[in-house]
């Protein structure tokens, strides 16, 4: 019996370490016919190939309409932006690149923050910070927004109890009252996924849970509020008449929860 333990415990390991290190799966949904979008969220430190030139390249080979970068790029205690730079600029050599910013983003350290803004001046990519941007697919007016939650929303006093909610009123304040139309919605955190219907969205793209870390039978464990079975981890959810689109990420310690990017067509 313990040498079937140890095998089975030497196999998990030995998968763990594969799926942390040399694994990247491209995720396929089909909701349309018309528009192709790469989402990505939650690079936090990984890096795939050089500079990740093995990501932009599967990125490429994707053809996208546009890119979205869900938060997360970089993490907290970054210091040196160069690699983000130069994925940056090799995804906007591919397609508009639209990006956020998520919590890792919100709490660089202030002698860091000049060089990441610096870096970010030195791209094409387009910094939505409770902000919109308006593009245009033949027929097709879309109003992308990119929400940008306060800290409170994901940490406070130090720890997670009693975290700031966010209200569809909070959203008016941020971002405006929802215009109309088609309307796209960049927010880094799933969690709030109901405001974000209750708001006017119709399409959602969101990262920051990680798939739930580690995941069994289809359900994320653990988000990184500490909170078990988080009800919206990866994949698409429908909430009224919106489609919640949750990234699993690329970064991060996991297990059964390939690093991913997401094409959607819509």
């Not at 089975?8 to 016919?33: D, F, P």
């Not at 304040?173 to 405001?195: D, Q, T």
Request: glycine share 10%; with cysteine; aromatic share 10%.
């Amino acid at each position: 019996m313990k040498k079937i333990i140890q095998k089975v415990l030497i196999a998990g390991a030995l998968y763990s370490a594969a799926e942390n290190l040399l694994m990247l799966k491209t995720r396929h949904e089909r909701l349309g016919k018309g528009i192709c979008v790469v989402h990505i969220s939650d690079l936090h430190k990984r890096k795939f190939g050089r500079d990740n030139r093995y990501l932009c390249k599967i990125i490429k080979r994707e053809n996208p309409d546009l890119i979205l970068i869900t938060g997360d790029l970089v993490t907290r205690d970054c210091s040196d932006f160069t690699t983000a730079g130069l994925t940056l600029k090799r995804l906007c050599s591919i397609a508009p690149v639209f990006m956020i910013e998520g919590n890792h983003e919100q709490s660089i350290a202030p002698e860091n923050k000049v060089k990441y803004y610096s870096m970010l001046r030195e791209t094409d990519i387009i910094l939505l910070k409770n902000s919109y941007s308006d593009v245009k697919f033949e027929d097709r007016k879309i109003r992308i927004y990119g929400l940008c939650e306060p800290y409170s929303t994901y940490k406070k006093n130090g720890g997670y109890f009693g975290l700031d909610s966010v209200t569809a009123d909070d959203l008016d304040r941020y971002l405006g009252r929802c215009s109309g139309g088609e309307v796209w919605l960049m927010a880094h955190n799933p969690l709030h996924g109901r405001i974000y219907a209750e708001w006017g969205a119709n399409y959602t793209f969101s990262g920051h849970v990680h798939g739930g870390a580690v995941r069994l039978f289809g359900h994320g464990i653990l988000s990184p509020e500490r909170k078990f079975f988080p009800e919206f981890s990866k994949g698409i959810y429908t909430i009224g008449r919106m489609k919640l689109l949750v990234s699993a990420g690329l970064g991060k310690l996991r297990l059964f929860n390939p690093p991913e990017i997401v094409t959607y067509y819509i």
